[in-house]
């Protein structure tokens, strides 16, 4: 069993820098795929971005890409977001999430574990 605890989120101003971590325990993270998912209110769950197990791929929804970096640490049993340029429209509640047993997922349902999420606000 993983536990995944998000930290990070807050309120900053547009144009903004903010960074999330998600904090593993209970196993070590090394051979899951990693994500994270956002979804704001009134709105279904998104996915934001996805890494590989090695760290060496990742995956951005389009909207983010360029702006929002996934990272990873396996010996901190860690995962990071990057994000900068916010916008109003990044305001969700971010969510990590991770695999049991596949090395690299891109669908919320290919993810076993989840975090219980971190608000991130921005203010225009």
């Known amino acids: 069993q993983v536990q995944l605890v998000e930290s990070g989120g807050g309120l900053v101003q547009a144009g903004g820098s903010r960074r999330l971590s998600c904090a593993a325990s209970?196993?070590?993270?090394?051979?899951?795929?990693m994500g994270w998912f956002r979804q704001g209110a009134g709105r279904e769950r998104e996915f934001v971005a996805a890494?590989?197990?090695?760290?060496?791929?990742?995956k951005y929804r389009e909207s983010v890409e360029g702006r929002f970096t996934v990272s990873r640490d396996n010996a901190k049993n860690t995962m990071y977001l990057q994000m900068t340029s916010l916008k109003p429209e990044d305001t969700a509640v971010y969510y990590c999430?991770?695999?049991?047993?596949?090395?690299?997922?891109?669908?919320?349902?290919?993810?076993?574990?989840w975090g219980q999420g971190t608000q991130v606000t921005v203010s225009s």
């Open positions: 890494i590989h197990q090695n760290g060496l791929v990742t």
């Open positions: 209970g196993r070590a993270i090394s051979r899951s795929g």
């Open positions: 999430a991770a695999t049991s047993g596949i090395s690299y997922a891109l669908r919320s349902n290919d993810y076993t574990y």
